[in-house]
């Protein structure tokens, strides 16, 4: 079984940046692909960004493309969703997610482990 464990989320202020963090534990040592998801109140989860095993291949949702990167360190077990320029319609919670693949995952029912989530809010 794999561990992740989302930290970095809190409250920053709209045009302000803040970097998500996912620490990978268990058996890490194959090929994983990784994912950035968020859920706001009352929406459905959506995809934020996702990275192939490689690190070479990656997604972006249209709402967050140019703003947002995503990055990973398989030497640390770790993943890392870099968020600039955010805005309130960002707030929400944040969940990393990862699957047993070298391909990317899209979907969050391409997913079969997930972190607990942090919550970010964008303040106005």
């Known amino acids: 079984q794999v561990q992740l464990v989302e930290s970095g989320g809190g409250l920053v202020q709209a045009g302000g940046s803040l970097r998500l963090s996912c620490a990978a534990s268990?058996?890490?040592?194959?090929?994983?692909?990784m994912g950035w998801f968020r859920q706001a109140p009352g929406k459905e989860r959506e995809l934020v960004a996702a990275?192939?095993?490689?690190?070479?291949?990656?997604h972006y949702a249209d709402a967050v493309k140019g703003r947002f990167t995503i990055s990973r360190d398989n030497a640390k077990n770790t993943a890392s969703l870099e968020m600039n320029s955010l805005k309130p319609e960002d707030t929400a919670v944040y969940y990393c997610?990862?699957?047993?693949?070298?391909?990317?995952?899209?979907?969050?029912?391409?997913?079969?482990?997930w972190g607990q989530g942090t919550q970010v809010t964008v303040s106005s």
């Open positions: 997610a990862a699957r047993n693949t070298l391909v990317v995952v899209t979907t969050a029912q391409g997913y079969d482990y």
């Open positions: 268990g058996r890490t040592f194959n090929s994983f692909a």
């Open positions: 990275i192939s095993w490689s690190g070479r291949n990656t």
